[in-house]
């Protein structure tokens, strides 16, 4: 026997690893495309490491220890001190920052992957429904979180998702008050904090146990070739190892990129240096949407949430066998349309922050991306299917 199996079968009669009720997995998971849930998993987890080490010292508050200097609030001066004074403190802050991006950014993978796979369809649309939840959970994680430092374009960029949220009709005020309590530095940061390490993480981890649980018993959706059923692949050691290895890989990763690229923290709240409140990549769609001239805060919560309610029935909406992307050019089409209006968004706010867009600038542009995905989607359906016949 070699010695690493000697070392795993020491580990396994001590932990009992092997006897984890897991079924396997078919051959065919062995492949980063199957991970993208699994890099999404390792990614929350070090969110999860990397906060408790950060609570030990980051003090919430906007109360100022020297009248005088605005960088003595508390909320901004510990994160200082974590970036400058605690050992690996700035590694730490940096990593965690950088790896909510990660997971913002694999949310996105997996759910592209997942749409365009049709891998909403039976058995697996509850499945579905759950990830949409967590992925907007994760979104409102990101929010809180950028808070927190109480820098000048955090606390002014969480202002404008406070005052949209004031807009929604009948329970605006509710939402609103839900966020930022009587309004008053102190109660936001108390609920930033809650929503931040407590509230959200835990319906985070409650869904996930749901989603994985529902996973385990439908099994990864197959290739869309499949010919034949594949051997299965027992749980330990195999997929034991392959978990461990993209987890210590994305983890290695982002270590490294926080060291190369560590961040600053930009200055205080309330430092009077002028700036434009961005808000970060992630919501960067949403804040330039409002720039189009006649979009009002009220249109946006109605677009979005007609988005989360299409999403989360998409299992009940295509309702077609096949999960093939030849055999649905519809949702595909729907799908590659809101993928390049995502990232046409992003771009222009950054390039454009701020700046108004006229109706004819900003509908010809729309139209343009609706009939560009539509009439490829159209194009390349009618050539796979000619092929096939
Ligand atoms: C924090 C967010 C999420 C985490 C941690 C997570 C985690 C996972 C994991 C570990 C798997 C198992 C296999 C794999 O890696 O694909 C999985 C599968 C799956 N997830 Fe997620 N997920 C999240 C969000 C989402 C979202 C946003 C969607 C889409 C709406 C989604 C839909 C699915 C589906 C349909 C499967 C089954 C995949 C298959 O059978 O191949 N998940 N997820």
Known sequence: MRSYEKIW??????????????????????????????????AFIYQALTGMLLLLYYQPGATLTNPNDPTSALAYSSTMFIMTKVLFGNIILTSHQYMAYAMIFLIYVHFFRNYFLGVYKKPRGLAWSVGILMAIITILLGYTGYFLPYTEISVDATNVGVNIAGQVPIIGNLLASLLIGNGTMAERFSRFLDYHVIILPTLLILLLGLHMYLFEKNEAAPPLKLKSEMKKIKWFPTYFIYTIAITLLLWGLILVISGIFPLSLLPVYGSGIPITPMPEWYLMPEYKFLDFQGITPLIEIIAISLLILFLIFLPFLDRSESRDPKDRPIFVAIGSTNLSLLILLTAWGYEQPAILIPVPEWVSIIFIIILFNFGFTYFMYKRYRSEEL
Do not use: Q, R
């Open 9 to 42: 079968e020491y580990i396994d009669k001590k932990l009992h690893i092997s006897d984890i009720p897991l079924k396997g997995m078919p051959k065919y998971a062995l492949n980063l495309t199957y991970w993208t849930g699994g890099l999404l998993a390792a």
